[in-house]
């Protein structure tokens, strides 16, 4: 049964920080790029961040470029979003989604809410 699970989303005030996680499993989790998305209330959903197989070259959306970082966990089979300076409109409901490196082949979680206010 494959799963993707998010989990580290809250309330948070502006300035502050979040660690995301996904833990996957029911799947190769090596022959997935695994990505974060987002959609806030009213608005479609973005993505955010994007990692290879083997990690190194990261992707950003040009709005969270500096303040977030994302990683993986090969041998944990989970993906992170490490969210920092967090502001009002990073607000969304984050979503971790694998994408098979050689086919159409896609999984996505049920989301976590991120929530930044004061």
């Known amino acids: 049964q494959v799963q993707l699970v998010e989990s580290g989303g809250g309330l948070v005030q502006p300035g502050g920080s979040l660690r995301l996680s996904c833990a996957a499993s029911g799947f190769t989790f090596t022959m997935y790029v695994m990505r974060w998305y987002r959609q806030a209330p009213g608005k479609e959903r973005e993505l955010v961040a994007a990692?290879?197989?083997?990690?190194?070259?990261?992707n950003y959306a040009d709005s969270v470029k500096g303040r977030f970082t994302i990683s993986r966990d090969n041998v944990k089979n989970t993906v992170y979003l490490q969210m920092n300076s967090l502001k009002p409109e990073d607000t969304a409901v984050y979503y971790c989604?694998?994408?098979?490196?050689?086919?159409?082949?896609?999984?996505w979680g049920q989301g976590t809410q991120v929530t930044v206010s004061s």
């Open positions: 989604n694998a994408d098979h490196l050689f086919s159409r082949r896609a999984y």
């Open positions: 990692i290879p197989v083997a990690g190194g070259s990261t």
